[in-house]
């Protein structure tokens, strides 16, 4: 009887590992495309295009940007990881640390940066991927000093 009650109790204890390697989690991995029509940056000028290449494998994510708009062309490099591990990324305006987790379906990426003017951000993305994964919107929330905002990127996947 002990052997039983110890068996099951070791089931039970692996259980939520079984089930967190079977649960499929979505792929972002692709290039795509802004959909202006869709988008929404509020009070911020929309950019003429953004244009991101994601390659997803395992927990590693890395995220290529290409914005383009009155300020010209701009580049962005980020690599995340999905299983919670905090990663540090340099960006045009400064240095972030970034925590990348799973909340569902959704990717949620919470940065936390100092800009090179001194100004504290903390931005919390969600990433969602549509059922027939032809359309990543990301929703993000952006806290500083200065203000908060919330804009919606939505892409169309090219390839």
């Known amino acids: ?28 991995s692709g290039q795509w495309r802004m959909n202006d029509q869709k988008s929404d940056f509020g009070k911020f000028p929309m950019p003429s295009s953004i244009t991101r290449t994601i390659v997803q494998k395992g927990v590693n994510l890395s995220v290529d940007t290409v ?18 591990v905090d990663t540090t990324n340099h960006f045009n305006t400064g240095e972030g640390t970034s925590h990348a987790f799973w909340d569902g379906e959704t ?9 090179k003017s001194g100004v504290e951000v903390v931005m919390e993305e969600r990433w969602d991927l549509s059922s027939d994964k032809n359309t990543l919107t990301t929703d993000s929330h952006i806290e500083t000093s200065k203000g908060t905002a919330d804009l919606k990127l939505v892409c169309d996947r090219i390839r």
Do not use: W
């Open 1 to 28: 009887m002990t052997r039983f009650f110890v068996s099951l109790l070791c089931l039970a204890v692996s259980m939520p590992a079984i089930f967190a390697q079977t649960e499929q989690k979505p792929d972002f």
């Open 67 to 84: 914005e383009r708009g009155a300020n010209g062309q701009q580049t962005a490099h980020a690599i995340y990881r999905t299983d919670g």
């Open 107 to 115: 990717l949620v990426i919470r940065t936390s940066m100092k800009t």
